[in-house]
T-cell receptor, first 112, second 113 residues
Framework: DGGITQSPKYLFRKEGQNVTLSCEQN?????MYWYRQDPGQGLRLIYY???????QKGDIAEGYSVSREKKESFPLTVTSAQKNPTAFYLC???????????FGSGTRLTVV | EDQVTQSPEALRLQEGESSSLNCSYT??????LFWYRQDPGKGPEFLFT???AGEEKEKERLKATLTKKESFLHITAPKPEDSATYLC??????????????FGKGTHLIIQP
């Protein structure tokens, strides 16, 4: 079945450590997105990519980095510069010819 | 600045008690308004997309409507399994600006047996 796979489901980060969250889709979607969700807040856009080897900052990109080397993959790195990384991270994708967004099941990142 | 506001923040209903959730928006160049359902610890699940004022869509006990300033998600005779957080989001014509959906904070719906 087609869909978006995020891994790991749970991730623990030590202070000063970089961690990478994986997002893979087999929907043949062109665009991919990373959102952050905090309790009591709406989803906020971190980065997005509409084509391979190109990506743009969203509303809260500071402390994060991404790459898009393959159409299917859009990993997110949470760097040590992100001061408050504890959150639920969601990856999404969509075809540029439609408007429907498909979401992954999320990764919960906790700083220990 | 584009804004999406959902109300109420939380709603508790008895099984079978119909109600509506509200999503008001102030955006320029609406490309689409989306409703999602999110269960705890999971990603949002797509429900509806609405594109123009007057449009309505239905799915089982849910019906979404759209005006020029707001959208309603009507839930008829809800069941406990309808308990979830319902998210509203808008997509605008980017015109060279940032792409992506702008989300409201959601309405946490609890249906008691």
């Amino acid at each position: 079945d087609g869909g978006i796979t995020q891994s790991p489901k749970y991730l623990f980060r030590k202070e000063g450590q970089n961690v990478t969250l994986s997002c893979e889709q087999n929907l043949n979607h062109d665009a991919m997105y990373w959102y952050r969700q905090d309790p009591g807040q709406g989803l906020r856009l971190i980065y997005y990519s509409q084509i391979v080897n190109d990506f743009q900052k969203g509303d809260i990109a500071e402390g994060y980095s991404v790459s898009r080397e393959k159409k299917e993959s859009f990993p997110l790195t949470v760097t040590s510069a992100q001061k408050n990384p504890t959150a639920f991270y969601l990856c999404a994708s969509t075809s540029l010819r439609t408007d429907g967004y498909t979401f992954g099941s999320g990764t919960r990142l906790t700083v220990v | 600045e584009d804004q999406v506001t959902q109300s109420p923040e939380a709603l508790r209903l008895q099984e079978g008690e119909s109600s509506s959730l509200n999503c008001s928006y102030t955006v320029s160049g609406l490309r689409g308004l989306f409703w999602y359902r999110q269960d705890p610890g999971k990603g949002p699940e797509f429900l509806f997309t609405l594109y123009s004022a007057g449009e309505e869509k239905e799915k089982e006990r849910l019906k979404a409507t759209l005006t020029k300033k707001e959208s309603f998600l009507h839930i008829t005779a809800p069941k406990p399994e309808d308990s979830a957080t319902y998210l509203c989001a808008v997509r605008i014509h980017s015109g060279g600006g940032a792409d992506g959906l702008t989300f409201g904070k959601g309405t946490h719906l609890i249906i008691q047996p």
